[in-house]
Every structure is written in C-alpha cells, then in structure tokens.
C-alpha cells in the first residue's frame, strides 16, 4: 500500500521505515529537509510541501500525521482538508485530545473525508519493537487501512499466550484494535498514558526510598549501603514488578547510579493532564494517577529529588524525551 507522512520527528520517520520495510511505499513530507532526503536515501519519495505529497498519493489517499498535538496538528489537516478528495483519509498518530478528534471526524465527514486517530506506543523504538496501536474511527476505513497498521504492529512475537484465548490470534495479539469510532483510539491511549504516569511514579518513588536508606539524615547503625543498580537488575529477573519501564530504569542506573545527568524537572506531556479530566468529568476516583501528575508539577517547582531523576531517566529512555532547560 502506499501512505503520506507528515512529520518525520521520532516516531515518523520510523514509521516509514518499519512500512518500508514491510513492502509499502511512503511518501515523506517535514520542515526539516535533511529528514526528507535521508528517508528518500531509504526509499521514500519526498515531498516538500503539502500539496506534492498530495498528488504523489494514488486514490483513495491515506495521510498520516504525526506531529505535536495542537496548532501543528490542526493546521495541518486543515490544508490537508483543502487538498484532499472524497474519499481520501487522514490518519492522526499523535497524542491528540479525543474530543478534537470527534470534532474533526464530523468537520472532515462534510467534505467526504475520512479520519482515523492512532493511539500509538512504541516511542524511538518502535522500529524494530513495532507499535502498539489504538484505532479509532469508521471501520470500513480501518479495515481498508489495516495492512498498514498490521505492518506497524508488534505482531505475535514470543509473548507467552493469555489463558483463555484460543484460535488464530486477533488483532489485539499482534498489538493493535480498532477501539471504536473517531475519537476511540486516542482516548484508550490517554488513559494508557496516565497509567504510564503511575506506574512510573511508583518506580521512582521506591528507588528513592531505596537510596535514602543510606543517607545521612538516619543514624549509622540504621543505614544500609544499597546497590540500586544492583536491586533493579535483580528485580528484572522473575519478580512480579518487572516491566519494559524496570528494563530503561535498570539501564540507566547501571550506567550511572547517582544519575547525575538529570535534574529531576520532569515535564507532563498532556495526556496526564487530559486523564485526570475525564476522571472528573465521569466521577472516577483515580488517586494514584492524579497523584503521579501532581508529583510532575512539583518537581518542575522545587529542587528534583532522585525518584524524580529517575523518571527522567525512563522518559528519555522509552521517548528520547530530554529535560527542557529552565523548568
């Protein structure tokens, strides 16, 4: 199959290699030239502007748009909107609000356009990992589509098989689902991303709980010298907190146990922020997710404690995300 791409940060780039890779053909499109020719390097045809990316697709078109949510997202498919014929879908991967979503899908469905929301995880390894991916919108387009997203997926792999499930393995088996209509996907993937903001949070709230059992502030004969490199290694091997966010933890202190790289100023993309709302606005008690926000907020206020080093460390591990200077 053949699929636009806008945006080509990263996870869009590697998103057409990985399509690439499968046999689809892409046709790449960036502010950012080099990341064009490096990709036509690979195999992709470039496209400068919106309006040749448009017109190297064959109909019905398919363009993916992975760029920050907001302004960049919205006005890019609002040109797409202008470029595009009935028929043709649009594709947003990034973490945009589920209710932009519904929006759009409906202001798109005037012109005869279609739209899906990608939830996607998977973060600078997605390339060889594959992507977890939750789908929303009409599911006539999402089965249209779905090679793509199959390409994309971690497939089956060597996970061990849920108890119960039986048959050929589903979608879900290969690490996507078409969750509902437009808007589905990327509400599922909130709601992913604010678990993610809990289960961090307890990783770095036990490491440092850990470290300080050896500082200064308790009296000799009750500190313990603890090896957290160590602990997370050995955690890493049959315990019942293991976890891929344990794997990035476990690298990132062996590499450096004090983790002196970091500040601690761990920054909030959004998506937890979003979670928290829809709590409230369903009246659904979420203490440790709101807790883990919270925590977020703080550390961006006050001096960064270790456990917040930490969760900088996972997030430039999963996501090359990197601390913004001055917060």
Known sequence: MQLGIVGLGRMGGNIARRLMRAGHRTVV?????????????????????LGALVQKLKAPRAVWVM???????????????????PGDAIIDGGNTF??????????????????????????????DRGYCMMIGGEKDVFERLEPLFKALAPGVGDIPRTQGREGEHDRAEHGYIHAGPPGAGHYVKMVHNGIEYGLMQAYAE?????????GNELPEEQRFDLNVAEIAEVWRRGSVVTSWLLDLTADALVADPQLAQFSGSVSDSGEGRWTIDAAVEQAVPVPVLSSALFARFRSRQQQGTYGDKVLSAMRLGFGGHVEKKGQ
């Open 67 to 85: 760029l920050p949510a907001g302004e960049p997202t919205e006005q890019t498919i609002a040109q797409l909107a202008e470029l595009l014929e």
């Open 206 to 214: 036990g490491f440092d709980l850990l470290r300080s059992k050896g």
């Open 98 to 127: 589920y209710k932009d979503d519904m929006r759009r899908a409906a202001e798109l469905a005037k012109r005869g356009l279609h739209y899906l929301d990608v939830g996607t995880s998977g973060g600078v390894w997605g390339l």
């Open 29 to 49: 499109n960036d502010r950012n030239r080099e990341a064009i020719t490096a990709l036509e390097g690979e195999g992709a045809q470039g496209a400068h502007d």
